[in-house]
């Protein structure tokens, strides 16, 4: 079966770092998506890896190793405005997105 | 540019009731899809379409119908309203690469009593 695995909430202050880790089984591979998503909003777009390593855009990276089915996004110097939940989806062999349950991060000042 | 525009914004429905929402883009993108979230579950896919004329079965497809009869238009029906349909739905679509970006709609939340 497909599953995807990232915690269920988080916590941390403004301007530090924060890492939130994503486990995934899918029936094939084609990369995996990390989407935010405010509360009440729809998820908008953040990051799309393919290939082993890290990539990185501003404050935010994201990282990928396709043997242990792991990705992470890392988020730094953190704002208020990043409480969010951040949701990892895989694309499968399909082409079609496995979405997980969001982690849902709270940035306290 | 509008992007992905979804009506209504909100729902309450008697439950056996008939509904459609609706979901425009003016992206030009074939690929779209209709997508339900509830609390403390991941996106889950209802219907999607490759291109105008052509439609398939997600994830959760039962009680819901789709329509593709142009580029730009992509209905989701429910013929006969379930309070389990009670949900947020998120209409989506995709560039011309399988692994283009989905963009997503501002979300129609329903509520089916």
């Known amino acids: 079966g497909q599953n995807i695995d990232q915690p269920t909430e988080m916590t941390a202050t403004e301007g530090a770092i924060v890492q939130i880790n994503c486990t995934y089984q899918?029936?094939?591979?084609?990369?995996l998506f990390w989407y935010q998503q405010h509360a009440g909003e729809a998820p908008t777009f953040l990051s799309y890896?393919?290939l082993d390593g890290l990539e990185e855009k501003g404050r935010f990276s994201s990282f990928l190793s396709r043997s242990k089915g792991y990705s992470y996004l890392l988020l730094k110097e953190l704002q208020m405005k990043d409480s969010a939940s951040y949701l990892c989806?895989?694309?499968?062999?399909?082409?079609?997105?496995?979405w997980g349950a969001g982690t849902k991060l709270i940035i306290k000042p | 540019i509008a992007g992905i525009t979804q009506a209504p914004t909100s729902q309450i429905l008697a439950a056996g009731r008939r509904m459609t929402l609706r979901c425009t883009q003016d992206?030009?993108?074939?690929?779209m899809y209709w997508y339900r979230q509830d609390l403390g579950l991941g996106l889950r896919l209802i219907h999607y379409?490759?291109?105008?004329?052509?439609?398939g079965k997600g994830e959760v497809p039962d009680g819901y119908s789709v329509s593709r009869a142009n580029t730009d238009d992509f209905p989701l029906t429910l013929a006969s309203a379930v309070p389990s349909q009670t949900s947020v739905y998120f209409c989506?679509?995709?560039?011309?690469?399988?692994?283009?970006?989905?963009?997503f709609g501002p979300g129609t939340r329903l509520t089916v009593l």
């Open positions: 890896n393919v």
């Open positions: 989806a895989p694309l499968d062999s399909n082409y079609q997105l496995i």
């Open positions: 379409s490759n291109t105008a004329g052509t439609t």
């Open positions: 989506a679509s995709r560039g011309d690469r399988d692994t283009d970006t989905q963009y």
């Open positions: 899918t029936s094939g591979f084609n990369g």
């Open positions: 992206m030009r993108h074939n690929a």
